[in-house]
């Protein structure tokens, strides 16, 4: 039997997908969520359909007591994890960098940066075998922003998945000797909720034709991805990016 995960943001999304297949994949799910108590709970309802015990809590990934309290949670109500998919992530209304101000950029690195560290920390001190673990797999979500840049819409959000790439490359070198592998996805223009945070709910719809492959991504292709690189079929890949962009 695969071990726990823990999906941060697995209530909505690119999360929610990936809880549903990684369960589907026989893994218990302990999915974080902030707002969105009614979405966590159906994808709670989803895993335990398919006879897998699944867990939501509620935790900002961009507080250290929150994330703290989240693996503890994981640990007590469903045993050693066995991977983290660090998926929580924001954006913010599109706007242009000098209209950008420090209370933005400040919510932008703490969640987008700051949350996935803390994930990974609190993660790799449970799998690490020099932390006397067994060895595991993180599955970071970055975004193809990160090397596109996001001109006009948000460069803030694209630095700090600039900054999401730089820590698998570090952390995949840094653990690879202790049977942790850390990878990451790199989604494209993906139909989920994300857009309307950006002021433009049919951003999609509008930047679809601009694409090689001309549709935006489902999110499955995404959780696809992630559960491939999470899975032991990926045993020999770490510090690896898996671009889900439809081309672009
Ligand atoms: P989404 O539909 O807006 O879902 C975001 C999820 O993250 C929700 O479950 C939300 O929970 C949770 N979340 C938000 N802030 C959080 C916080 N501070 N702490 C913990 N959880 C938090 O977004 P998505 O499109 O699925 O995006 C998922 C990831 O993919 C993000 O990292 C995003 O940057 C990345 N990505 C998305 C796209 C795309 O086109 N959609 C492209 C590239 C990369 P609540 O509902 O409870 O707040």
């Known amino acids: ?26 893994h218990a799910i302990c999915l974080s969520f902030v707002h969105d108590a009614e979405a966590a ?3 709670v309802t989803a895993c335990a359909a398919a006879g897998i015990e699944a867990i939501a809590v509620r935790a900002d990934v961009s507080v250290e007591a929150d994330v703290v309290e989240l693996f503890r949670t994981a640990d ?6 066995a991977g983290l998919v660090n998926n929580a992530g924001v954006v913010d209304r599109q706007a242009r960098l ?22 990974a920390r609190e993660a790799v001190r449970r799998l690490s075998t020099r932390h006397g673990g067994g060895g ?17 819409e948000y460069v803030d959000y694209a630095a700090a998945k600039a ?17 942790i592998r850390v990878n990451a996805v790199r989604p ?6 994300i857009h309307a945070q950006g002021g433009e709910p049919g951003r999609v719809h509008r930047l679809a034709p601009t694409l090689p492959m001309k549709r935006p991504g489902r999110v499955e292709e995404v959780a696809a991805a992630i559960a491939w690189l ?16 439809g081309g672009r």
Do not use: H
């Not at 690119?14 to 297949?21: E, N, V």
């Open 163 to 179: 900054a999401v790439d730089a820590m698998t490359v570090g952390l995949s070198k840094e653990v690879a000797d202790e049977g």
């Open 1 to 26: 039997m695969p071990g726990p995960v823990v999906v941060t943001g697995g209530s909505r999304g690119i999360g929610a997908a990936t809880a549903r297949l990684l369960a589907q994949r026989g």
């Open 98 to 119: 000098e209209e950008i101000t420090t209370a933005r950029l400040e919510r932008m690195f703490a969640v987008n940066v700051t949350g996935a560290f803390l994930c």
């Open 230 to 245: 999470l899975s032991d079929e990926a045993s020999y890949v770490t510090g690896s990016f898996i671009d889900v962009g």
């Open 76 to 81: 007590a109500e469903l045993g050693p994890i």
């Open 41 to 43: 709970d159906e994808v």
């Open 188 to 193: 494209g223009l993906i139909a989920t909720e």
């Open 136 to 152: 595991g797999a993180i599955v970071n979500v970055s975004s193809r922003a990160a090397v596109l840049g996001a001109p006009g």
